[in-house]
């Protein structure tokens, strides 16, 4: 099955520097790679995905790039805030959608 | 537009008993996957239906089952609980073959 491995497990940078969160997949059927932000004791909310046949998506100050090569995504936040403080989680799934793994999470810190 | 909700908030039980956890789907969407989030961790995937049925399960044991109804609400059961059952408990919902999966607030529950 998938194995989705994340790093790092945590990141501080000051408000204003940007951020950059690194996922790697096993599975070469992946072609879904959304990522979530969960604030403490909230849900994970969706702020970003990709599909397997694009390279790079932006979102204003978010933007996720994929390597299926390499097998593996990044997240990439610039002119961070201190509301972009929360944890990330990245997930890789197939077409079918029946199986999505998660990652183990980076928690940012956005320090004004 | 009603997002994905999720019943009770709350719930302490004791090594044992038995659980029923309910979802709502966001409006329009079909499938309902079933999460389990320890403390510090990502999601992991216990199940998912779609049509009534589950369509693929996780590396869970059979105390943990569920069930969707015609109207596409879903219910997580879980029997004997056992301490390390203690977890968010969420549920996201989407339609087939879409990858885009929203979550749901999530059920704490708390086995003592």
């Known amino acids: 099955g998938e194995n989705v491995e994340q790093h790092p497990s945590t990141l501080s940078v000051q408000e204003g520097d940007s951020a950059v969160i690194k996922c790697t997949y096993s599975?070469?059927?992946?072609?879904?790679f959304p990522w979530y932000k969960q604030e403490l004791g909230k849900r994970p909310q969706l702020i970003i995905d990709?599909?397997?046949?694009?390279g790079e998506k932006k979102d204003q100050r978010i933007a996720v790039t994929l390597n299926k090569t390499a097998k593996h995504f990044s997240l990439h936040i610039t002119e961070t805030q201190p509301e972009d403080s929360a944890v990330y989680f990245c997930?890789?799934?197939?077409?079918?959608?029946?199986?999505?793994?998660f990652g183990a999470g980076t928690r940012l810190t956005v320090k004004p | 537009d009603a997002g994905v909700t999720q019943s009770p908030t709350h719930l302490i039980k004791t090594r044992g008993q038995q659980v029923t956890l309910r979802c709502s789907p966001k409006?329009?969407?079909?499938?309902v996957s079933w999460y389990q989030q320890a403390l510090g961790q990502g999601p992991q995937f216990i199940f998912q239906?779609?049509?009534?049925?589950?369509?693929q399960r996780g590396n869970f044991p059979d105390r943990f089952s569920g069930h969707q109804f015609p109207n596409y609400s879903s219910e997580l059961n879980v029997n004997a609980l056992l301490l390390g059952d203690s977890a968010l408990y969420l549920c996201?919902?989407?339609?087939?073959?879409?990858?885009?999966?929203?979550f749901g607030p999530g059920t704490r529950l708390t086995v003592l």
């Open positions: 997930a890789a799934t197939s077409g079918n959608n029946n199986d999505m793994r």
């Open positions: 239906y779609y049509e009534e049925e589950e369509r």
């Open positions: 996201a919902s989407s339609l087939l073959m879409r990858g885009e999966q929203f």
């Open positions: 409006s329009g969407h079909d499938t």
């Open positions: 599975d070469s059927a992946s072609n879904y």
């Open positions: 990709i599909r397997s046949n694009v």
